[in-house]
């Protein structure tokens, strides 16, 4: 089992900037990509970014060049830097984590973010 723990959430202007943080735990070892999700309300989970253990990056279009997702393997931490914030932006973020083979997929509680002024 793997446990995640997000941390960074909060209220912040347009163009502001926020860091997102998932503490993993448990059979890490397993994991072979951690990411990160959000859901605004009424719309469906999407991906924002992800990021393997060979260190490859992917981000959802609309993310790229403004965010960027890194990851920390001797506190078993990913972050996720956001900046220039949009009101769109407005989710819960939660921290995701894939072991492959079997295909398990793993979830945090999320955090919320609020892009408002």
């Known amino acids: 089992q793997v446990q995640l723990v997000e941390s960074g959430g909060g209220l912040v202007q347009p163009g502001g900037s926020l860091r997102l943080s998932c503490v993993a735990s448990?059979?890490?070892?397993?994991?072979?990509?951690m990411g990160w999700y959000r859901q605004a309300p009424g719309k469906q989970r999407e991906l924002v970014a992800a990021?393997?253990?060979?260190?490859?990056?992917m981000y959802a279009d609309s993310m790229k060049g403004r965010f960027t997702i890194s990851r920390d393997n001797a506190k078993n931490t990913v972050y996720l830097q956001m900046n220039s914030l949009k009101s769109e932006d407005t989710a819960v973020y939660y921290c995701?984590?894939?072991?492959?083979?079997?295909?398990?997929?793993?979830w945090g509680q999320g955090t919320q973010v609020a892009v408002s002024s």
């Open positions: 995701h984590a894939r072991r492959d083979r079997p295909r398990v997929d793993y």
């Open positions: 448990g059979t890490i070892f397993s994991i072979n990509a």
């Open positions: 990021i393997t253990t060979g260190g490859t990056t």
